[in-house]
């Protein structure tokens, strides 16, 4: 594997970090997003060795909302992220 090929391969892995903040923002929002999690959950399960990547960048996402929020005003958005979490675990 080149560095070429890591760039590339933790590029994908952010960018399905960042689908699940953009489900968690619309439920933040108050919009339906169960549907859409557990669909990118299951899509990011079905790839080799990606869910364990997502969810450990999920828990990066967590914590650095959480250090900038320190009233907790994003703890919804948070558990959402959390769901996700969860969803990547199962089998």
């Keep these: ?11 994908a892995i ?3 970090a960042n689908r699940f903040e953009t489900i968690a ?5 108050g919009k339906p997003y169960r549907d859409a999690l557990a669909d990118l959950a299951g899509r990011v399960r079905a790839r080799p060795g990606a869910a364990p990547r997502v969810a450990h960048a999920l ?5 650095l909302i959480g250090e900038s929020d320190p009233t907790s005003r994003f703890a919804a958005k ?10 990547l675990a199962e089998e």
């Design 14 to 16: 952010l960018d399905l």
């Design 78 to 87: 948070t558990a959402i992220l959390d769901e996700a979490i969860a969803m």
């Design 1 to 11: 594997m080149t560095a070429s090929d890591s760039d590339a391969g933790n590029a």
């Design 25 to 29: 923002a619309d439920g933040f929002e």
């Design 59 to 63: 828990g990066i996402m967590i914590r």
